[in-house]
């Protein structure tokens, strides 16, 4: 349309009008553009390629392998990465991750590269290529390094309570204080239910951070997660047929941290929960935003996402996804019923990276951010 709402860009040149009419890409194509011929992009290789001089391309020149791969100045949440230097190298494209993830990209002119922001007492992969004027080579064999543990934090009455292994024993249906004091720490903490009460249920709550939740299983599958933004409470409810020991994790989004305790309670019943907020009689102090909720999972997600709603909210609910720049990626809609829903979102074609669900039933809005591999 030319006129109205929405006006669309008619004069963008990926729109199907004249081409006398066309004079202008958005600022987001122009990024996507120009990010192809940045160094590591798939086409920077272009930049200095022979093939706009005419005639035949000549012999490509030959581009070696880095070898020599070391690590050095290993901490709990960064290490410096170092190789040979490679005749002809213009400069180099690292690849990293967690062991088993998804890769992290980055191009360096030097031959050593710093990486921060890494998790605690984590196995890591890396390598690297290099970047001659014809031509990229391959990446190098895998190198790996194993972070240090995380500094234990002795204020919290908890510590060391740094991994799912030394998880602190909660009892159900008690209120308890706990503190996350460094940017590194994460609090493990474990609890059972039983043949009667099967169904469980945890919640984090009086955050003075940003703190999000994780709920896993005894051989360390992933259940659910609750990561709503700011200091807004967590909470998560397991539904299970079968008893066993369940393990809870609270960790700090982008190392949030604080010396103010936060309170987190176990819960399990004989029904199913149908909220991650309060039961009748509970604290209201204690109630959760919003009177609706779902668990994600996987978190992170591959191919397929599933979200289990509570019941008790006769209404529709839309489910949209965003990407991180704020972009709808897909939005469905799903009946509310009293029994709880569940509902599968398919993720196969998502680019790897944070997303963001929200969910709304009448006036109630509620988010959790969610990681594609």
Request: aromatic letters at 10%; a negative charge; hydrophobic letters at 30%.
């Amino acid at each position: 349309t030319c006129s109205g709402a929405p006006l669309e860009m008619t004069m963008n040149y990926m729109d199907y009008t004249d081409d006398a009419c066309m004079y202008m890409f958005s600022s987001g194509q122009s990024s996507r553009m120009n990010a192809l011929f940045a160094p590591g992009g798939a086409r920077y290789g272009l930049l200095s390629s022979n093939g706009c001089g005419g005639g035949v391309d000549p012999e490509p020149t030959t581009c070696g392998v880095p070898s020599g791969l070391s690590v050095a100045s290993i901490t709990s949440s960064s290490a410096v990465i170092s190789w040979a230097a490679v005749s002809g190298a213009v400069s180099y494209d690292v690849q990293y991750r967690i062991a088993g993830g998804a890769w992290s990209q980055g191009n360096v002119t030097g031959t050593s590269a710093n990486f921060t922001g890494l998790v605690a007492g984590t196995l890591y992969e890396w390598a690297v290529r290099t970047n001659c004027t014809g031509g990229s080579s391959a990446f190098s064999s895998t190198s790996s390094f194993t972070t240090s543990a995380a500094t234990a934090c002795t204020n919290d009455a908890y510590e060391t309570n740094e991994t799912l292994a030394a998880a602190k024993t909660l009892s159900v249906n008690t209120t308890y204080s706990a503190m996350k004091i460094c940017p590194s720490d994460v609090d493990w903490f474990k609890f059972s239910s039983t043949s009667s009460q099967r169904k469980v249920r945890v919640r984090i709550y009086n955050l003075p951070a940003d703190y999000d939740l994780e709920l896993y299983s005894a051989n360390g599958t992933l259940l659910g997660t609750s990561a709503n933004g700011g200091t807004t409470n967590e909470g998560i409810f397991y539904n299970a047929s079968g008893t066993g020991t369940y393990y809870v994790k609270v960790i700090g989004y982008n190392g949030a941290s604080s010396n103010t305790a936060y309170t987190i309670r176990c819960e399990r019943q004989k029904n199913n929960y149908t909220s991650t907020g309060r039961l009748d009689g509970e604290e209201s102090g204690e109630l959760l935003s919003g009177s609706f909720g779902f668990t994600a999972y996987p978190n992170p997600v591959s191919s397929n996402l599933t979200l289990q709603f509570a019941g008790g909210i006769s209404d529709i609910v839309v489910i949209n996804l965003y990407d991180m720049s704020g972009r709808m990626v897909t939005t469905t809609t799903s009946p509310y019923g009293e029994d709880g829903v569940t509902v599968n979102i398919s993720t196969a074609d998502l680019r790897s990276g944070l997303y963001l669900i929200e969910a709304i039933a009448g006036e109630e809005r509620i988010t959790q951010r969610i990681v594609r591999e």
